[in-house]
């Protein structure tokens, strides 16, 4: 027998005791939510994203400018550097052959002029979103921690406990040590601080060049911002940063 499918259509289905629908959702429909227009959800978007931002520059990466010739040719003037802030949250420790960014720990960049930021650099440099201007920060490289002696003598070797470094960054065409009074030293670096030098050593002013500052020309472990480990920009320019072999050299290490 044939069913009338108009007939069916027609008819409310009732329940069990006929007292309506089946299925009430079937019978009811809910008005939908009107999506608030994009521009009006704009602002709070900026705001997460500047929120994110913050987050990652204090506690993930920040953006460095380099602003001296004093790190070439491992890093070029106007290069934009990406420092790992995070691993020295859970208690890592400078190492030798790291480049580093710190806080200026006794007024080396005082012979310096400071550059002056204008608001938007300002606040897009505290945000992360470009590297911070006008702070005093400064990037070497870490030769020696804390129990090492360094050691530099007529045009080099660098030396670190006694065993020389082969140094293929130091720039081209300088020494590894510098013949002048005050790249000539023997050192022994105390607990908690660094001995930092710049890959162009005869253009760095560096640990060497302030030992007569309260620390003796050492960096205090607790001025370190972090580690820089990859040239973010110009693209060309993009590299990451390794240690070294010759600071993974056996016998270094004054436990070895």
Not at 63 to 90: C, H, Y
Not at 205 to 230: C, F, I, K, Q, W
Request: contains cysteine.
């Amino acid at each position: 027998m044939a069913v009338d499918a108009r007939a069916g259509a027609e008819e409310t289905p009732g329940n069990a005791n006929g007292d309506g629908p089946e299925n009430p959702d079937e019978a009811t429909t809910k008005p939908r939510k009107r999506r608030r227009p994009f521009w009006v959800e704009l602002p709070f978007l900026a705001v997460i994203a500047l929120g994110l931002a913050f987050l990652i520059k204090t506690f993930l990466l920040q953006a460095f400018l380099i602003p001296s010739g004093s790190m070439q040719n491992t890093l070029q003037e106007d290069d934009r550097v990406l420092v790992d802030k995070l691993t020295p949250w859970f208690g890592s420790e400078p190492e030798r052959g790291e480049v580093v960014v710190f806080r200026d720990p006794a007024d080396w960049l005082s012979s310096l002029p400071a550059q002056e930021p204008n608001a938007a650099q300002r606040f897009l440099g505290f945000i992360g979103l470009m590297p911070a201007v006008g702070e005093k920060h400064l990037i070497k490289r870490v030769i020696g921690v804390a129990g090492d002696t360094v050691e530099c003598k007529g045009t080099g070797p660098l030396k670190v406990n006694g065993k020389p470094l082969t140094e293929p960054y130091v720039y081209a065409g300088n020494t590894p040590c510098s013949p002048d009074p005050g790249g000539q030293f023997k050192v022994t670096v105390p607990p908690g601080h660094l001995w930092v030098m710049g890959d162009h050593r005869q253009a760095s002013l560096d640990s060497r060049y302030h030992r007569n500052d309260p620390h003796g020309g050492m960096v205090p472990e607790t001025d370190v911002v972090g580690r820089a480990v990859v040239v973010a920009w110009p693209i060309p320019h993009w590299s990451t940063l390794p240690v070294p072999e010759t600071f993974e050299q056996r016998g270094l290490d004054t436990t070895d």
